[in-house]
Each structure stands twice: as structure tokens, then as C-alpha cells.
């Protein structure tokens, strides 16, 4: 069946570092893939989100290309912010199916 | 205004009560879900509905049971409630199953809390 394995967290970082998060996936065919942020206290948000192979997605920063040949769609930001605290989770879109969810902690 | 709002945003009751979460969406999707997060951040479905019909019914107790009146609206009940089902509960809504168009629109939460 289709899942997503994210790498486990928690992730501490310095503010300005640069953030990679894993995700890979089993999926029959090329499902959408998406990331999503929670901030503390509140719900899910769609933070950036590829529909085809070799697809970048990007916002606030982030970016994740999807890449068929090594089934991943991994998670980067070049400079972190201390605003970019949060939980991320990687979606699959055939089923909504979430990884576990990476917590981010970046410290001025 | 709320795209998807939940109520009670926090509830917390002993274990053996029977409870109940509301959720409502203005968005005019016709999908709704329900999703339980436990205390290690790990998000499972637990319910989809299309158009008030039930789509998705993940492996959970029979003792949860999701009713939708109309497709705005999916309500979360929960019977004989137990220390396991602390966790936060979030509703979402997509234009369409599994979100081919506008994807997910998540609520806030609810913090349910047996004690």
C-alpha cells in the first residue's frame, strides 16, 4: 500500500542554518506530494505542494523536488528562522496518508 | 471569517463519557475528514466523508462515530470514552476527495483530554 516515511525528529538548529527534512514514499503511479507546517497550537497548513515528477515546489523559503528515480521529496531551507518552528509533515496525496511529522526547533 | 471551525476547542471529561465534536466549513467543499493526533505529533485518519456519504473508515473503535448532517457540516461522536483517546482531533475539508483542487483546509483542533 502507499505510505510516507519522514526522518524522526526533533531537529534543532541555529538560526541562518540550512534545513534538510526526508521524505520518501511507496506509491503505485506519481501521486501529488505535498508538505505540510503545524504551528504550535494550530492546525495544518499546505506549505508547498508537487504534482509531477521532477516538480520543485516552493514557498516561504522552503523548496522540495519531487524525484521519482529515488522516490523522495525531501524538505530544504537554505537559512532558518526562528519563525520557522513548527512541526512538518510530508503528504501523499493518493490517500492524504501523513508521515509522522519532523518537529523543527531553530534557536536565535 | 473561519473556514473550518471546531468547537470545543479544548474538552476535557472521565473516562466512560460519551462526547461529542463539532465541525463546520463555509468553503463549499464536499469533503470532510477527521484526523487524530497523538501526543508524539503522529497524524491518522480516522474518517472521510464525500458528500455526506462515508468514504474513508479507518481501523478506529466502534465507539467513534462520525454523522454529517449535510456536507458542511461533520460531527465526531464519541461513546465510553477512555484514557486513550487523549490526543487532539482536527477536522479538515477539501473541494473534492483526497483535494484535486483547492487541497486541505485544517480546523484547529480539538484538545480532548480523558481523565
Known amino acids: 500500500g502507499n505510505s510516507v516515511t519522514q526522518m524522526e525528529g526533533p531537529v534543532t538548529l541555529s538560526e541562518e542554518a540550512f534545513l534538510t527534512i526526508n521524505c520518501t514514499y511507496t506509491?503505485?503511479?506519481?501521486?501529488?506530494l505535498f508538505w505540510y507546517v503545524q504551528y504550535p497550537g494550530e492546525g495544518l497548513q499546505l506549505l508547498l505542494k508537487a504534482t509531477k515528477a521532477d516538480d520543485k515546489g516552493s514557498n516561504k523559503g522552503f523548496e522540495a523536488t519531487y524525484r521519482k528515480e529515488t522516490t523522495s521529496f525531501h524538505l530544504e531551507k537554505g537559512s532558518v528562522q526562528v519563525s520557522d518552528s513548527a512541526v512538518y509533515f510530508c503528504a501523499l496525496k493518493s490517500d492524504m496518508r501523513f508521515g509522522a511529522g519532523t518537529r523543527l526547533t531553530v534557536k536565535p | 471569517d473561519t473556514a473550518v471551525s471546531q468547537t470545543p476547542k479544548y474538552l476535557v471529561t472521565q473516562m466512560g463519557n460519551d462526547k461529542s465534536i463539532k465541525c463546520e466549513q463555509n468553503?463549499?467543499?464536499?469533503?470532510m475528514y477527521w484526523y487524530k493526533q497523538d501526543s508524539k505529533k503522529f497524524l491518522k485518519i480516522m474518517f472521510s466523508?464525500?458528500?455526506?456519504?462515508?468514504?474513508i473508515n479507518e481501523t478506529v473503535p466502534n465507539r467513534f462515530s462520525p454523522k454529517s448532517p449535510d456536507k458542511a457540516h461533520l460531527n465526531l461522536h464519541i461513546n465510553s470514552l477512555e484514557l486513550g483517546d487523549s490526543a487532539v482531533y482536527f477536522c479538515?475539508?477539501?473541494?473534492?476527495?483526497f483535494g484535486t483542487g483547492s487541497l486541505y483546509t485544517f480546523g484547529s483542533g480539538t484538545r480532548l483530554t480523558v481523565v
Open positions: 479538515a475539508s477539501s473541494q473534492d476527495l
Open positions: 466523508y464525500n458528500n455526506k456519504e462515508l468514504i
Open positions: 506509491a503505485t503511479g506519481y501521486p501529488s
Open positions: 468553503l463549499g467543499h464536499d469533503t
